[in-house]
């Protein structure tokens, strides 16, 4: 679940002109376990709101860590492909906002409203932040910090062994605050691990595609 939305929440923020269509995407698979979670574990009716708060705290977390990296220049480039056609001089062109950007964005907006009150009520929503804030924010945080460091153990150009020791920080960090809130310290550890799992599996294959972080200087 979180893998999932961590995943969608990366290939958004770096997606470009394909971004309001992908977080459309995002907020469906948020409405999707929303909907799905609270079914498989019996639990009751406010669970869904609880789900959904917590999926959208942990998307934030995401898209906030990845607008300070890229404003520090950072970014995901093909630097391992040397059959690609780079056209012109090869550098990118400056982003431009184009009206049918702007349109696409008006309309994913448009259909995300439309998704959120399928899994979300709206009266829940303040009385979930104030009963459970501490394990919304704290979980939603933890899972956050484990899809960015698996980002950059996936993508990240330093050695290996470097990049791998990142990976532990973020998993202590989600396993031991979710384990103050008297969470299960066994579930916490199997959560925070499967979902490394799938992050590390799924941009690895990007990784083979050749794509990397690397820091961009900003053109004139």
């Known amino acids: 679940m979180l893998a999932q939305v961590g995943l969608m929440t990366i290939w958004a923020a770096y997606s470009g002109k394909w971004a309001p269509w992908l977080t459309v995407g995002l907020f469906g698979t948020i409405?999707?376990?929303?909907?799905?979670?609270?079914?498989?574990?019996?639990?009751?009716?406010?669970?869904s709101t609880q789900i959904t708060v917590l999926l959208v705290l942990d998307a934030m977390w995401i898209f906030a860590g990845i607008g300070v990296t890229t404003l520090a220049g950072v970014k995901i480039r093909l630097v391992n492909c040397k059959t690609c056609p780079q056209g012109n001089d090869g550098r990118r062109r400056p982003f431009q906002f184009s009206l049918g950007y702007l349109i696409s964005w008006v309309t994913a907006v448009a259909l995300i409203l439309g998704l959120v009150p399928?899994?979300?009520?709206?009266?829940?929503?303040?009385?979930?932040?104030?009963?459970?804030?501490?394990?919304?924010?704290?979980?939603?945080?933890?899972?956050?910090?484990?899809?960015?460091?698996?980002?950059?153990?996936?993508?990240?150009?330093?050695?290996?062994?470097?990049?791998?020791?990142?990976?532990?920080?973020?998993?202590?960090?989600?396993?031991g605050l979710g384990y103050l809130l008297d969470a299960p310290l066994d579930s916490l550890l199997i959560i925070a691990l499967l979902q490394n799992a799938w992050l590390l599996a799924t941009l690895a294959v990007v990784r083979v595609a050749g794509y990397r972080l690397v820091r961009v200087r900003r053109e004139a």
């Open 31 to 47: 409405v999707f376990w929303a909907s799905v979670y609270p079914l498989c574990i019996k639990a009751s009716e406010d669970a």
């Open 118 to 175: 399928t899994a979300l009520r709206y009266d829940l929503v303040l009385p979930a932040l104030r009963a459970e804030w501490a394990p919304l924010v704290t979980v939603s945080a933890g899972g956050a910090a484990i899809s960015l460091a698996a980002l950059w153990a996936a993508l990240g150009r330093g050695r290996p062994i470097k990049r791998l020791i990142l990976l532990g920080p973020p998993i202590v960090l989600f396993v």
